[in-house]
């Protein structure tokens, strides 16, 4: 199903939609009500909660220590869906499985319709809140699980617990603080817990857990951590809690949130199942639960909640390196693509080329017949650009091949001075170098590196031509080499205008001329990007070292033999 960008939702959330799976959304009324199972389940198992942490739970302030009614409710009423029509039916049902509760649990009919207000005041200022600031109910990423933490189990919990405290100290002279204190650590426990386990869950995740490796995997992670609680908090009385953080972060790290939620529950459900019979490190009397579920729900919120960020960042890293790949992997194969359409870009021109390059040779000659000087410079002109033209479809080659793999290269010992020499001979017959003082320039013996000797000079040659290019008349050219650590540095060093960290930054892209396309100097704008992959294909590399109207140095490092 497509996502659709909830209004008020930040960039964040509209990124974290993209990566989060669809849910079903009930968008009406009558969807509800044609489907009754869930909506009933859920009615019931709020009354049936309501009924234990009332007669269970119970402080001397009237309110329950442990509440874990409106998580399920909370959980139920985000996963089914939105809507007007719908959330005011699946609210009003919600409002009557908490009443039924109430009532039935013993409580006078002004308490119980008293606190079905509170209640659903909680339920529904968490609803909306999660709505608002964590809309794509996303907890495998760490802004979306912190959003829905802290506004669901954090902020919802506040007006409920202060109007109840208010009414339970004007109607029963209740501390204020310790009502207020006891509604917001026994909701927030179970808004906190609840909630992010019941929206946790995905079929596909269900699925990949019924593999058989990863279902035993989960059975045994889980008995684990059902051994550490019983010997936590029925076994000795010590303050051992600390013990279930490794589990639940080794959980966390293998079955990522669906897990950590799920093993929350159980851990949840073992704390107050030990708080109730007065064993483990909450041990002491029974009638007086206050202060012993104070410790409990401070140990679960602040101890063990927070590994739920944990396995949401976990999450986040796998989805995102997921999508790395995908990416990767289509831009390999428009690369692949792309060297394809180059190398046959190439092969439709060199055909073509070369018949031009051949009548023109005739016709400058005067083979074809008498021509007169304009003509002869004319089809001078047009060999030249023929050239050019052919040079460039053997570079396109080049490129594709260097980048498909195909270039062959065949390292082996080569003497960097003699080919420094060859470039130097072959630089100065240039006529755009006749003004240059081009020299070479060797420090030391032994430069011998591991090249092959053909594409090495090649590259040499290329980065000699740009500096003639960009030199200037009565410039210098220096051919440099010298040894560095293990290897041999080469340096083509100029005295032109520079280059901007910018453009050093985008030398090596192909089909990149730096903005000098409309000026004097010809080019293409592949030389430099086929000679850093030939560089990289002998083992070595290249970069340029460069200050705006001080010159610049193209250097190239490479293994010594």
């Not at 279902?215 to 019983?230: D, H, I, K, R, S």
């Not at 809690?241 to 966390?252: D, E, Q, S, T």
């Not at 890293?317 to 394809?340: C, N």
Request: some cysteine.
């Amino acid at each position: 199903m497509p996502h659709v960008r909830a209004l008020g939702a930040t960039d964040l959330d509209y990124a974290e939609a993209q990566i989060a799976p669809a849910r079903p959304v009930v968008t009406t009324a009558a969807s509800l009500f044609t489907q009754p199972l869930a909506p009933m389940l859920t009615v019931l198992g709020v009354a049936v909660l309501v009924i234990v942490a009332i007669t269970t739970a119970r402080t001397a302030g009237l309110v329950a220590a442990l509440w874990a009614a409106n998580g399920l409710a909370v959980g139920v009423w985000l996963r089914s869906g939105r809507g007007l029509g719908f959330d005011l039916s699946f609210g009003g049902l919600i409002a009557l499985g908490v009443v039924a509760g109430e009532f039935l649990a013993g409580n006078t009919p002004t308490l119980a319709l008293w606190f079905t207000l509170a209640n659903m005041i909680e339920i529904v200022v968490a609803v909306l809140l999660a709505r608002r600031f964590a809309p794509t109910l996303n907890l495998a990423t760490v802004n979306g699980a912190s959003r829905f933490l802290f506004c669901v189990a954090g902020l919802a919990p506040i007006p409920a617990g202060l109007m109840s405290a208010v009414m339970l100290w004007l109607v029963r002279d209740a501390s204020f603080l310790m009502s207020f204190q006891t509604w917001w650590f026994g909701h927030a426990l179970g808004l906190a817990v609840i909630a992010p386990f019941i929206l946790a869950y995905e079929q596909r995740q269900l699925a990949a857990m019924l593999r058989p490796l990863r279902a035993a995997e989960t059975v045994g992670l889980f008995a684990l951590l059902a051994g550490v609680c019983a010997v936590v908090y029925f076994v000795v009385d010590l303050p051992l809690v600390f013990a279930v953080i490794p589990v639940l972060i080794l959980i966390a790290a293998r079955l990522r949130v669906p897990g950590v939620t799920a093993a929350l529950m159980l851990v949840a459900v073992a704390a107050v199942a030990s708080l109730l019979i007065g064993a483990g490190p909450a041990a002491g009397d029974p009638s007086d639960i206050g202060e012993r579920a104070l410790l409990v729900q401070l140990t679960i919120l602040f101890g063990y909640v927070p590994i739920v960020l944990v396995a949401s960042l976990l999450e986040e890293r796998d989805r995102l390196s997921e999508r790395a790949r995908a990416g990767q992997l289509r831009a390999e194969r428009a690369s692949a693509a792309k060297s394809r359409l180059l190398a046959n870009v190439a092969h439709e021109i060199k055909s073509p080329i070369g018949g031009v390059i051949g009548i023109g040779d005739l016709w400058s000659s005067g083979q074809l017949g008498p021509v007169t000087p304009t003509q002869a410079e004319m089809a001078v002109m047009l060999v030249k650009t023929a050239r050019q033209v052919e040079a460039l479809s053997h570079d396109l080659l080049d490129v594709a091949r260097a980048e498909s793999g195909a270039v062959k290269v065949e390292l082996r010992p080569t003497d960097v001075p003699g080919i420094l020499e060859d470039i130097r001979a072959a630089t100065v017959l240039r006529p755009e170098a006749q003004a240059l003082s081009v020299s070479v320039v060797c420090e030391g013996d032994g430069l011998i590196a591991i090249a092959d000797s053909q594409r090495l000079a090649q590259v040499i040659d290329n980065l000699a031509t740009n500096a003639v290019k960009y030199a200037g008349a009565g410039g210098s050219l220096v051919l440099r080499a010298r040894r560095i650590y293990d290897g041999v540095r080469i340096e083509v060093v100029d005295r032109g205008p520079g280059l901007t960290p910018e453009k050093q930054a985008q030398l090596f892209e192909p089909f990149n001329r730096l903005g000098l396309e409309r000026s004097s100097v010809e080019g293409h704008g592949i030389g430099l990007a086929l000679a850093k992959r030939l560089v990289e294909l002998q083992g070595g590399s290249i970069g340029v070292v460069s200050n705006l109207g001080e010159g610049s140095t193209f250097w190239i490092e490479l293994p010594a033999a």
